[in-house]
């Protein structure tokens, strides 16, 4: 079956790339539908909508919870596994229009979503040797990028008229999919089909890809990781301000319609796959200290935009540039793989994700909260934790690994075993 696989899909770094192309397109589907389709088929009110987001942050905030399957599961096998959730959790939503069958399908699909990041950042930083790592994850975020471009512009050639139209007149016909039903069912069951293929072919075709050494299976939090955890919890933080305020400012403020912030997600997206390899070997030339102080010197300078800008042209410009500096977070995986005794892999990853989850359950509300009395002050803090994560960055050392975590640590030589 090789010589019908093209090359780049081949070997492990090829079945990492495809799991991550395959993962986005489900992933957005259902992101990209969800707020249309629970207001127009489910009749959800703020009340059912936060309900659901908050039961889809549930599987990341117990993604430690991974790390217990493995002595049942490999982790090949369980990241397989979890792929194939995903999709089917997508693939259902459309056939389950209540509020309690879409907590259900919604739980079944971020379940999914969030043990496959967890195995997948595991099976990256014991399967992609340190000097290609930041390349190899570079890669697979461009994958990502053209996974979730692909779904956006077919949901937008669905659901959009005027795109509709054009490409009704490309064709030269009324309807460019004869027979086709294009509406939210077949979107949410072709995309989760497309990712349950994958990682049925995934599990088919790829044999078993084993790290150099055999992961601890059980759970622990190391001293010696502390600048790891941080990173993570302030990177988890960060992320809320990009993905609940910056886009609502957009909204509120600006008056931004669905279509232009689709449009403005797309050119992000655009960006990522060009932008992302580059990204890559700038880490492995400039290394992550120098590359996390760069993004967050740039943060700062973001979030202060966001708490004074009144031009809408402006306003979106900062809305590309803070998506963008999400690329960067491959600068702490690959500080971690540096600095990580081998066998600490799979348990980390599911701890960090776990990590990163808890400012999500808290801040966005804590945040919505200010936002009622002084927008500006969300983006203030916002730029006061870049500042902490920048003073973090500080930390990290020029040459990190093993006994050398970070600038307060006394080096100690590589073959001591890790606490």
Known sequence: ??????????????????????????????????????????????????????????????????????????????????????????????????????????????????????????????????????????????????????????????????????????????????????????????????????????????????????????????????????????????????MVFAAFLMVEKFGYDVTAITLLYMINLIANIFIAPTLGRLIRRFGERNTLIFEYIGLICVFTGYAFVDDHIIAAALYVIDHLFFAFAISIKTYFQKIAAPKDIASTAGVSFTINHIAAVGLPAVFGFIWLGNPSMVFFIGAGMAVISLLLALLIPRDPHEGNETTLSASRPLAQPAE
Not at 4 to 13: D, S, T
Not at 55 to 67: K, T, Y
Not at 82 to 109: D, K, N, R, V
Not at 192 to 198: C, M, Q, Y
């Open 1 to 242: 079956m090789s010589r019908y696989v093209p090359k780049f899909l081949q070997g492990p770094r090829g079945m990492l790339i495809l799991m991550a192309f395959a993962m986005a397109v489900s992933m957005n589907a259902w992101f990209a539908l969800l707020n249309n389709f629970v207001v127009e088929r489910a009749a959800f009110t703020g009340r059912e909508i936060g309900f659901l987001q908050s039961i889809r942050e549930i599987p990341g905030f117990l993604s430690f919870a991974a790390v217990l399957l493995l002595p049942f599961i490999r982790e090949q096998n369980l990241a397989f596994l979890s792929l194939a959730l995903l999709g089917i959790g997508t693939a259902l939503t459309g056939y389950f229009p209540t509020e309690f069958g879409l907590y259900a399908t919604t739980l079944l699909m971020s379940t999914g979503f969030h043990y496959y990041e967890t195995m997948n950042q595991s099976l990256t930083l014991q399967l992609i040797d340190k000097k290609n790592a930041a390349v190899h994850l570079a890669t697979q975020l461009k994958a990502a990028s053209l996974g979730t471009l692909a779904i956006f512009i077919v949901i937008m050639i669905c659901f959009d008229e005027k795109l509709m139209l054009l490409v009704q007149d490309f064709f030269g016909v009324e309807n460019p999919f004869p027979g086709f039903n294009l509406g939210y069912v077949p979107l949410y069951v072709g995309a989760g089909i497309f990712t349950l293929a994958v990682a049925v072919f995934c599990k088919a075709y790829y044999p078993f890809y084993e790290g150099p050494e055999i992961q601890t299976k059980t759970l622990f939090l190391r001293s010696r990781y502390w600048l790891y955890y941080a990173l993570t919890f302030m990177g988890g933080a960060r992320r809320q301000i990009f």
